[in-house]
């Protein structure tokens, strides 16, 4: 697991680490959808599963406001047309956020929260380079040390 829940002021919060954009992107996609259920996401492995592409394009070269648009989509899917993101292979470009997905049958699911939005509060997406250091928010959520990628999703709940 690399990415960790944390409480904030009205919310709630997810902070991912990853070594790549793509792996960012995918960590903070599968947190979310975790934090959701009653159980691990591995739990819904024995659901019969389907694949599809998604995709959100990217405006003005701005990935974090690609990545909540993708997070946007995500949402929307699970929520209103009834699929359920279970696994992801994600690829990016200087236009699109694309991903190839597994989804279930969102009906088949227990969820325990709700995520009605993903807020652009705090919002963070960034490189972090050799050496560099982010400190962590409180003792649940670790400290990261590049190289590597972070994001910071304020979720309304």
């Not at 790549?20 to 959808?33: A, D, N, W």
């Not at 259920?37 to 819904?44: A, N, R, S």
């Not at 993101?85 to 969820?111: K, P």
């Amino acid at each position: 697991m690399s990415w960790w829940i944390f409480p904030t002021t009205a919310d709630v919060g997810i902070r991912s680490f990853s070594n790549s954009i793509e792996g960012i992107i995918r960590e903070t996609t599968l947190g979310i959808q975790e934090y959701q259920l009653l159980g691990p996401i591995q739990e819904l492995n024995s659901l019969v599963r389907h694949n599809a592409t998604w995709a959100v394009p990217i405006t003005g070269n701005d990935m974090e406001r690609g990545l909540v648009r993708w997070l946007e989509e995500v949402l929307y899917r699970g929520y209103g047309e009834g699929q359920w993101l279970v696994d992801i292979s994600i690829s990016t470009s200087n236009e699109y956020i694309s991903g190839h997905v597994s989804w279930v049958d969102s009906d088949s699911i227990e969820r325990e929260i709700e995520v009605k939005a993903i807020t652009m509060h705090e919002l963070i997406l960034k490189e972090i380079p050799e050496g560099g250091t982010v400190r962590g928010i409180m003792p649940e959520v670790p400290d990261f040390e590049g190289p590597g990628w972070i994001s910071q999703v304020i979720l309304d709940i």
